[in-house]
């Protein structure tokens, strides 16, 4: 299958541990993607998440199609307070998958964020899908950063 690797760092002012328990945490998931709307059937083992995750698309502004997608996410604090990861694989209908990795390394008073996609598809969808994990990358930050803002 085509594959490619997107890859985003970004600086927060926030340690840490509040990046990793905010990414570590299903639900939040809801709101940091503009594509996320709905997560349930949450099952926990250990530091492994198993969750359903329903994305929806628009297109023409009128068309609606909720992508319903199965999530792993492994959240691995070994190095906290100083680093941590976050990783899983998405597994969408379409035969699309994409293995994600968030490390989190403290940076001055806050972290250094790096969001790493690799995203296979069928053959055919890799542009698109490309574009639209690397928007959903780019929105992610914008509102990882503002959620866990410092007042100032």
């Known amino acids: 299958m085509p594959s490619t ?10 340690p840490p541990e509040e990046v990793f328990a905010h990414l570590a945490e299903p639900l939040h998931y809801v709101g940091l993607s503009p ?15 198993n969750y359903t995750a329903v994305e929806r698309f628009r297109f023409l502004g009128v068309l609606r199609h909720d992508n319903i997608i199965d999530v792993t996410l492994i959240a691995v ?24 990795r968030f490390a989190i390394d ?5 972290s250094v964020v ?32 503002a959620r866990l803002a410092r007042p100032v």
């Open 35 to 49: 594509l996320l709307v709905a997560v349930r059937d949450v099952r926990r083992s250990g530091g492994t998440v």
């Open 106 to 110: 403290r940076h001055e008073a806050g």
């Open 114 to 145: 790096t969001d790493t996609l690799h995203l296979r598809t069928p053959p055919g969808l890799l542009r698109f899908a490309a574009s639209q994990a690397g928007a959903v990358q780019q929105a992610r930050a914008r509102a990882l950063t």
């Open 77 to 100: 604090p070994d190095g906290l307070p100083h680093s941590a990861e976050i990783s899983g694989e998405v597994r969408s209908p379409g035969r699309v998958r994409m293995s994600y």
């Open 5 to 14: 690797e997107l890859k985003h760092t970004f600086r927060i002012a926030a």
